[in-house]
């Protein structure tokens, strides 16, 4: 049987990688695991994930993402409902703008949605079968 071992990596096309990767590692904490050039970096949060983060080909025509893409968003899980709240106010404190507050899910999933510098929408998320898997 075929099986994959999961979504772990994103490519996204930016308008100034430096900028994006700066917001990344502040905001999100994550890493540098490999930056060839100025141009190009690949972070990570664990070692099972990786954001690639690409300069666009033409960065000035480059519009936000809601405009020209189907991509609604990108998520990153943590392990508690608490560590959402504690994320929300760590986020506002890098001044990111919310586009959509704290929700308690039917589910019992709780998240909010930020943005970063190119307008890519990201979702800060404690999601239980997740957050209760087994490694």
């Not at 025509?61 to 392990?79: E, M, T, W, Y």
């Not at 106010?89 to 999933?109: C, F, M, N, P, W």
């Amino acid at each position: 049987m075929l099986k994959t071992l999961g979504m772990r990596h994103i490519a996204l096309n930016v308008k100034d990688p430096q900028a994006t990767k700066k917001f990344y590692i502040d905001v999100l904490k994550m890493e540098i695991e490999w930056e060839p050039d100025a141009d190009n970096v690949y972070l990570t949060s664990s070692s099972q994930d990786n954001l690639a983060i690409h300069k666009a080909p033409n960065s000035e025509a480059l519009k936000p993402v809601r405009d020209n893409q189907l991509l609604d968003h990108i998520g990153f899980f943590v392990s508690t409902p608490k560590e959402v709240d504690d994320w929300y106010q760590h986020v506002l404190s890098h001044y990111a703008k919310i586009i959509k507050e704290i929700k308690t899910h039917r589910d019992g999933a709780r998240s909010f949605y930020f943005q970063d510098p190119d307008g890519v929408v990201i979702q800060l998320i404690y999601h239980p079968p997740v957050a209760n898997r087994k490694s």
